[in-house]
């Protein structure tokens, strides 16, 4: 009884998975004759799961353009309803940054905007942070190269409130002197502990090499130390009056809020915020003149001495494009294979082939006037030398050939993805809409550059990826001089400019 109830549950096990059972063993004196093998031809069973699915062509993806408007003294509106949920976030752009720091005050912006928080309107610094966590937003003000932001995001049933108090930070400040003690402070002990850390340093020599001294590009946007220490609280007010105005600002608001209601609030809160005399000419960055330009002659090597790091900072930097330039869209196609993503060809090489290092990457930095390319990671000290020489065949192998196919379809699968993570949620959508207001991009500049991506041939591409050709590069290396000296010198490059940690090349002590 027991064989009979096993053999029938064996048997609907097997018509389960769709096989047959296997008949039991017989004894040598009952077994058959063997039966012939079935023809080469014969049908093979049906898969039980059905055929392989055939995926779609995936929809194109154009990102919603926001309804422009005017709004008062000079500003503009972007606004973008969407009513999924109750959020709004709000983006204040002003089309002056670190590019306008005036010569010997490199991080006036950057300083400039962190002081705008620290109190504004009738409430002192604890006073404008305890309001903002009251009503559970988030409110943050920060510069870039080409321009400044402030940022908001709240629940809509608090967003007249919390707009008031954005208001305040843009349009009336406070800068009391005792805050600016303290932030100053906080500043420049962040400016001396960057020299600690190898990737900071690493950008900042690398501007710094390809810029040069005193241009609108050739500083970080948070400053230099030496500068940092003659800049005052009324350099600050200065430079806000001139570049935090209505006549440079737009206002992009994205979320569960109506026009009506938008401009009810702007012209409540910033109806009276005023931009006295005529707006200042533009200069540097901003004015597109010759010195926002690189000195495109750079050295070929610098070294920045970090003396017994176990880990080198290697770089590789040359010219870009403009944010607005019509290749840049392409050039990200060529860049996401390259370096911008984990499946790009530097992080595979360095990373998961080799062992050197947690990752590489490589990006062409989005300003107004020509920007830089970089490829840059972090490796172990005893591979700086073969890391490098790998960066650098790999940079020469995509100047040289281009794309594969595969990698063209991989890449603007990764391009229609981010576009719609870009614009996901309304924060992320109101602060790519401030990036491209700062960059005084068009609003509808992002459904063109992916369309243009989306049409991209191997062909174009191939002509465009010379644009990384690393003969025409600058190499940097933030790494321990006496170990990797030997490992540079073994891959064919010459003797090294050094550098300190403040992107200043470091003059050779004469021989007595």
């Known amino acids: 009884m027991r064989a009979r109830n096993a053999g029938a549950v064996i048997a609907l096990l097997a018509a389960a998975v769709g096989c047959e059972p296997k008949a039991p063993a017989q004894s040598p004196a009952r077994a058959e004759a063997p039966r012939p093998s079935a023809p080469a031809t014969a049908a093979q069973p049906a898969d039980p799961i059905g055929p392989?699915?055939?995926?779609?062509?995936?929809?194109?993806?154009?990102?919603?353009?926001?309804?422009?408007?005017?709004?008062?003294?000079?500003?503009?509106?972007?606004l973008l309803e969407r009513?999924?949920?109750?959020?709004?976030?709000?983006?204040?752009?002003?089309?002056?940054?670190?590019?306008?720091?005036?010569k010997g005050a490199a991080g006036l912006a950057h300083i400039t905007a962190s002081m705008l928080d620290e109190g504004a309107g009738p409430r002192s610094a604890v006073e404008l942070s305890s309001?903002?966590?009251?009503?559970?937003?988030?409110?943050?003000?920060?510069?870039?190269?080409?321009?400044?932001?402030?940022?908001?995001?709240?629940?809509?049933?608090?967003?007249?409130e919390a707009f008031s108090l954005l208001a305040d930070v843009v349009a009336r400040p406070r800068f009391e002197a005792k805050e600016w003690k303290r932030v100053s402070e906080l500043w420049q002990n962040d400016l001396r502990k960057r020299g600690d850390d190898p990737t900071r340093v690493s950008a900042l020599v690398s501007t710094a090499a390809l810029y040069g001294p005193g241009t609108p590009?050739?500083?970080?946007?948070?400053?230099?130390?030496?500068?940092?220490?003659?800049?005052?609280?009324?350099?600050?007010?200065?430079?806000?009056?001139?570049?935090?105005?209505?006549?440079?600002?737009?206002?992009?608001?994205?979320?569960?809020?109506?026009?009506?209601?938008?401009?009810?609030?702007?012209?409540?809160d910033l109806g009276t915020w005023s931009a006295k005399g005529a707006a200042p000419a533009a200069k540097g960055a901003q004015a597109g003149t010759a010195q926002a330009a690189p000195a495109w002659k750079p050295p070929r090597l610098v070294l920045v001495d970090r003396?017994?790091?176990?880990?080198?900072?290697?770089?590789?930097?040359?010219?870009?494009?403009?944010?607005?330039?019509?290749?840049?869209?392409?050039?990200?196609?060529?860049?996401?294979?390259?370096?911008?993503?984990?499946?790009?060809?530097?992080?595979?090489?360095?990373?998961e082939d080799h062992g050197w290092s947690y990752g590489a990457a490589s990006a062409f930095s989005e300003t107004k006037q020509q920007g830089v390319f970089v490829a840059r990671a972090s490796v172990v000290t005893e591979a700086t030398g073969p890391a490098l020489k790998e960066m650098l065949a790999e940079l020469a192998r995509m100047a040289d050939s281009g794309l594969t196919r595969d990698e063209l379809a991989k890449v603007q699968a990764h391009d229609r993805a981010d576009l719609v993570s870009a614009y996901e949620t309304a924060n992320r959508t109101a602060q790519r809409l401030g990036a491209l207001a700062r960059l005084q991009l068009p609003e509808t500049f992002d459904g063109a550059a992916s369309e243009a991506r989306q049409k991209?041939?191997?062909?174009?591409?191939?002509?465009?990826?010379?644009?990384?050709?690393?003969?025409?590069?600058?190499?940097?290396?933030?790494?321990?001089?006496?170990?990797?000296?030997p490992q540079l010198q073994a891959i064919g490059l010459g003797e090294p400019e050094a550098w300190d940690v403040e992107g200043q090349p470091i003059q050779p002590k004469k021989a007595p």
């Open 52 to 78: 392989r699915p055939e995926l779609p062509r995936p929809q194109p993806f154009t990102p919603p353009a926001p309804v422009v408007l005017d709004g008062p003294n000079g500003a503009k509106v972007w």
């Open 83 to 102: 009513h999924t949920l109750p959020i709004v976030s709000v983006s204040v752009a002003v089309a002056s940054g670190s590019a306008d720091d005036p």
């Open 131 to 160: 309001a903002i966590n009251d009503l559970g937003a988030t409110l943050s003000v920060g510069a870039r190269a080409d321009g400044s932001v402030a940022t908001l995001s709240v629940l809509k049933k608090n967003f007249g």
């Open 217 to 268: 590009y050739g500083h970080p946007v948070e400053g230099l130390l030496a500068d940092a220490r003659s800049i005052g609280l009324p350099a600050v007010k200065a430079f806000y009056k001139t570049a935090w105005r209505p006549d440079r600002a737009v206002i992009t608001v994205v979320g569960d809020i109506t026009r009506d209601e938008v401009m009810r609030a702007i012209s409540r």
């Open 307 to 351: 003396p017994g790091a176990p880990q080198s900072v290697i770089g590789v930097v040359r010219e870009g494009v403009a944010a607005s330039d019509p290749r840049r869209p392409l050039l990200q196609l060529i860049n996401t294979a390259l370096g911008g993503s984990f499946t790009s060809r530097l992080n595979q090489n360095l990373r």
């Open 456 to 485: 991209a041939t191997l062909a174009g591409l191939a002509e465009l990826a010379r644009a990384v050709d690393p003969k025409a590069a600058t190499l940097v290396v933030v790494g321990p001089r006496q170990e990797i000296l």
